[in-house]
């Protein structure tokens, strides 16, 4: 295997000492970069990009082309798994992901069965495969799925949603059937990250982008139970290194203290917790990734800089913190505001080490 030439953001995850704060940007791949654009016109549509991975490679290194980031993220969709489930993802122009077959009933949920991951998530392997040699060890590459609650409400609910109506109805009158839904979710995703490592994927990231849509009790049982079955399944070593583990639950606040307990590396954040209270919350034991709003982007220059300078300061001093965005960087974007950011990251963050 190549030797990795830049190790900050594995060494960060891992709260060892490094002499500037890593950073990556959630989405770093993605519509604001015009190239992006480009490739994902001649692919026709995103699945079928997401399934040729000498496509799915040159979109993955398109950022690092434009800017001094510290990783690389698979390119691919936390929805690839409830495709691999049979449920037939599909995008219609403007309007999101959708899936033809959904789950929407204690009937449905009974059939469904964890998959052979090599046949039918094959694609994804052979990308993580060719995004490593394409790498060349220049950054490590960040693999992701995910959490079984989050890709459930997409499962059930049949595309994207607010208000969540029919999974919440579920959680209510069908508990123990939305475990078992849950559950399958989770055990398939165990083995999908598994072998995103196995194809060489150096740090693994679980993204709840709804788990705050729960209220305690049933973000502890649906969202937060199902991710620590997947932590407690996973490799956590590979190539004589440790994977780090992220969790993500947008919105988490004060649940970040329960996310803790579950084992990972590190937690995301996003910017309705100040990194100062995130880490009072977790007491140092994990790392600490985010948290700059991501519409910050769309003001001037010095706007931006301040923001970055604002989000390193409270953070404060000591390793353990990888710069991101609070959620992903939006199409509307100008890439010249994503280089601002990561210039002032560059610049500012050695102070803090
Ligand atoms: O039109 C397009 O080109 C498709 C837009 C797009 C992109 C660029 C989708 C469809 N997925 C992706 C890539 C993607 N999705 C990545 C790539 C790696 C990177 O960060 O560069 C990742 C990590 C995801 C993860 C993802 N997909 C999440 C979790 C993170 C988050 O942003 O909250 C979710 C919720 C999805 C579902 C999904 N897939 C695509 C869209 C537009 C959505 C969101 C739909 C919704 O808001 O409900």
């Known amino acids: 295997m190549t030797e990795l030439k830049n190790d900050l953001l594995l060494k960060a995850l891992l709260r060892e000492p490094t002499e500037r704060t890593p950073l990556w940007i959630m989405r770093q791949a993605g519509r604001y970069l015009p190239e992006y654009r480009e490739v994902r016109a001649q692919a026709g549509d995103f699945m079928s990009l997401c399934r040729n991975p000498e496509l799915a490679c040159e979109v993955t290194m398109q950022p690092l082309r434009r800017y ?58 052979d990308a993580v495969r060719t995004i490593r040699r394409e790498l060349d060890g220049q950054v490590p590459l960040i693999g992701f799925a995910g959490s079984p609650w989050t890709v459930g409400t997409y499962m059930v609910e049949g595309g994207s949603s607010r208000e969540f109506p029919i ?10 059937a939305l475990d078992s839904m849950l559950d399958i979710v989770a055990r398939t995703t165990t083995e999908y990250l598994n072998a995103q490592v196995e194809a060489g994927a150096q740090a693994i990231m679980i993204f709840d982008t709804w788990g705050s849509a729960l209220e305690r009790d049933d973000y502890l049982r649906f969202s937060l139970a199902p991710m620590q079955k997947i932590v407690d399944g996973l490799t956590r070593q590979n190539e004589g290194r440790r994977i780090p583990v992220i969790l993500f639950t947008k919105g ?58 604002d989000t390193l300061a409270s953070y404060g001093k000591g390793p353990g913190h990888v710069f991101n965005l609070g959620h992903g960087v939006t199409p509307d974007i100008d890439p010249d505001h994503v280089a601002v950011l990561v210039d002032a990251v560059h610049e500012l963050s050695p102070q803090y080490h």
Not at 86 to 91: E, H, K
Not at 103 to 113: E, P, R
Not at 116 to 125: A, I, M, N, R
Not at 170 to 175: D, K, M, S
């Open 252 to 309: 988490a606040g004060v649940l970040l203290k329960d996310m803790v307990a579950t084992g990972c590396d590190a937690l995301g954040v996003d910017w309705t917790t100040s990194l100062a209270d995130a880490r009072q919350y977790t007491g140092d034991k994990v790392a600490l990734q985010g948290n700059l709003d991501p519409a910050t982007l769309r003001e001037s220059p010095e706007v931006i800089r301040q923001g970055v300078a």
């Open 167 to 176: 999974i919440k109805g579920l959680a209510a009158e069908a508990p123990a």
């Open 68 to 125: 001094k980031l510290d990783a690389a993220i698979l390119f691919s969709d936390i929805l690839t798994v409830p495709d691999a489930l049979g449920l037939g993802l599909y995008f219609e122009a403007g309007e999101g992901p959708k899936f033809e077959r959904p789950v929407q009933s204690t009937a449905q949920i009974g059939k469904l069965a964890v998959p052979d991951v090599s046949e039918t998530l094959g694609y994804v392997f």
